[in-house]
């Protein structure tokens, strides 16, 4: 029996006071009027009533100090607005006119103090190990802020100052900053353009400089100045109805690959939600659920050190549920799966497309332009507006939450000899159950190799795993099996899969693994073998790669392929096997399972091979859990043959799985 691990820190802080929904706006201002306290209370309603409030730690936020406030404001900027608090509200009114977008109020001076304040503490918290992820709700939102002036409903950059305390109070060298609001956060760009410790990743409406704040560089071609060339990364949305695929395309061909390359010591959110569906500013059509995606994403970097502060969000039903979609994925749920057709807009991969190119001189990872005019990408330009399609999408939500609730075990593990001297998280199950004897025997009589005692054993173990997460009584599993039957007891659990309704199995097989020959080519299933001969995409879904080299090569390998085909087969259930000889090193095996969990709505089990070490079979269970998984350790650019056989690969399946598309079609239908 595994030991349980009663050391770890509780996972998630939430960063709260209710005196930052003391400031609001006071005279008549249609532009200003969408900042308001209700922004804040219908979010905290909607965490409490999901019941993530109460798993969190609740911090209680704490007023930044004026040197503090110094590490990215100017001291007369400061005096300035301390200087709010006593004024009357014609003076109020006069000074804000003097900046774009900003409304003052008596209270907007501690509110923004303890919105920066927040921000502070979830930084310390996470750094000291205290925590290891968590959400500061805050207002006023700060990403707009700059040295000397607010602009945008901002006062004090909160994510700026957090960077900066990082850097200077704990030493930190490398931090990426995620700013996914639908606005430029200018600000922070601004702050951190020179300086190379920081990695800042924006996408935002665009429309070629005509949303606001209607600045040149908020495009793609502005990378950074000095030293910080190449760490400033901004992606601009050049048309609305911008959605999920879209969002997870910019993750999967922009934003991860640079950012596994700078390997951060921590990640800041920008957490702005007018980027979802609904929201007035954005009309953008990302659905809730995609930011829980993006937050799993995340998690998989800088040891899980994610520290994320809200900014905009202006439809309240949308920003609610789009704040508890991502304190979820911090809290380690699953994520729901995603809604809708997985193919990315015509203008989104233009935009994809003219950053990789921008980017490509700085970053290694960018710098093979593979991809191009392979196939003709219908509906790109039949885009509409998010507000009208919202409330369809909120309401498909919410049912799907109720149809689909949050498994009452996350992990369950059935490892025999292997599970010896484990230590795993405390509600990780040991699962000593298994299938019926008699539905065991059935299936067994499939192959010669699972008539053996402990193949037979195995199996059994194996189906009553897989029945508990098809049945949604588990969310993922892993199990040992002995290397004779792996393929036998891998074809097995494919076919039981596929015998549920109309479930959908992807199969990673890394390994000695064969496809089994009798499998039906029916789209119903989708086999990627990792380690096969040679580079080959034998059918449309069924496709082989050679294990990559190095570290480079390994991430290109599963950042442009493996979870492009994930996202666009959009799986009920993956299979993870690791046979005989895989051949991935532990981090390498974890940093796929920690992905593959991510499209697959949690939805994992991963067969390991007996003779594996312990090790392998902790870390597996840790990431399938939602905890981080280990550094793959210093970065290695991709081998020639590599690219070479990811490239080709591409060109052979981008006409079928779109979401593999880094450039846009020369024409549009």
């Not at 100045?225 to 760490?231: M, S």
């Amino acid at each position: 029996m595994a030991q349980s691990d009663h050391s770890q820190a509780m996972g998630t802080a939430l960063v709260y006071h209710e005196a930052m929904t003391e400031a609001r706006l006071l005279w008549e201002d249609p532009e200003c009027e969408i900042e308001s306290p209700e922004r804040l209370t219908t979010a905290l309603e909607c965490l409490q009533q999901r019941g993530l409030e109460q798993r969190c730690l609740r911090l209680t936020a704490q007023e930044a100090s004026e040197a503090e406030l110094g590490l990215v404001h100017s001291p007369e900027y400061v005096a300035l607005m301390r200087r709010t608090q006593a004024l009357g509200m014609g003076e109020l009114q006069e000074l804000s006119g003097q900046y774009d977008a900003i409304y003052f109020h008596p209270s907007t001076f501690r509110c923004a103090r303890l919105a920066a304040g927040a921000g502070l503490q979830l930084v310390d918290a996470v750094l000291t190990g205290a925590v290891h992820n968590g959400l500061a709700l805050v207002r006023p939102p700060g990403h707009h802020s700059q040295r000397a002036a607010a602009n945008g409903f901002c006062v004090f950059n909160n994510v700026a100052i957090a960077a900066k305390h990082a850097q200077q109070k704990h030493g930190l060298h490398r931090i990426l900053i995620v700013d996914w609001d639908v606005h430029h956060g200018q600000g922070i760009q601004y702050i951190f353009e020179d300086d190379p410790g920081v990695l800042y990743f924006s996408w935002h409406r665009y429309e070629h400089g005509r949303f606001w704040p209607y600045l040149r560089e908020s495009n793609a071609d502005a990378v950074g100045q000095g030293q910080g060339r190449g760490f400033t990364v901004n992606l601009p949305w050049n048309q609305v109805g911008m959605g999920n695929a879209d969002y997870v395309a910019a993750f999967l061909h922009v934003l991860l690959p640079v950012a596994f390359e700078f390997d951060p010591e921590l990640v800041l959110v920008a957490a702005g939600f007018d980027s979802a569906i609904g929201d007035p500013e954005g009309q953008m059509q990302a659905t809730p659920e995609c930011f829980a995606h993006l937050t799993q994403l995340l998690q998989v970097l800088a040891g899980g050190r994610v520290c994320a502060m809200l900014e905009g969000g202006y439809h309240l039903e949308s920003l609610s549920q789009s704040v508890c979609m991502m304190v979820q994925a911090l809290l380690g749920d699953p994520a729901p799966p995603l809604s809708g057709p997985m193919v990315p807009h015509h203008s989104a991969l233009e935009s994809i497309q003219s950053v990789r190119a921008a980017q490509a001189p700085h970053w290694t990872s960018l710098q093979q332009q593979e991809g191009g005019p392979f196939s003709l990408l219908p509906g790109g330009s039949e885009l509409k507006t998010a507000a009208a399609q919202a409330a369809t999408a909120l309401s498909s939500l919410l049912d799907q939450l109720r149809l689909r609730p949050t498994p009452p075990v996350r992990t369950a593990v059935a490892l025999t000899s292997l599970g010896a001297g484990l230590v795993l998280p405390a509600d990780v199950l040991h699962e000593e159950g298994s299938a019926p004897q008699e539905e065991t025997q059935a299936w067994a009589r499939l192959h010669k190799a699972l008539a053996k005692d402990e193949a037979l054993t195995t199996l059994g173990k194996v189906l009553y795993l897989l029945d508990g997460i098809l049945d949604g009584q588990m969310s993922s599993g892993i199990a040992a099996t002995p290397a004779p039957a792996a393929a036998a007891t891998l074809d097995v659990a494919i076919r039981r899969g596929l015998s549920q309704g109309d479930q959908r199995v992807l199969c990673v097989a890394v390994g000695q693994l064969d496809r089994p020959s009798d499998l039906a080519d029916d789209g119903r299933n989708l086999w990627l073998n990792i380690r096969g001969k040679e580079a080959a995409a034998l059918s449309t879904f069924h496709v082989s790669v050679p294990l990559p080299e190095t570290t480079g090569g390994f991430l290109n390998c599963v950042l442009a392929l493996v979870l492009p085909l994930a996202y666009g087969f959009q799986p009920d259930l993956v299979l993870l096997a690791l046979g005989p000889a895989h051949g991935l090193q532990d981090p390498q095996a974890a940093l796929l399972a920690a992905l593959l969990r991510v499209p697959a709505g949690g939805g994992v089990l991963a067969l390991v091979d007996v003779e594996s070490t312990p090790r392998l079979a902790e870390v597996l269970a840790r990431v399938l859990h939602g905890e981080a998984p280990p550094s793959l350790g210093p970065f290695s650019v991709a081998s020639p043959e590599d690219t070479q056989a990811l490239m080709y690969l591409r060109g052979q399946l981008e006409p079928h799985w779109k979401m593999l598309q880094v450039a846009a079609p020369a024409s549009v239908l």
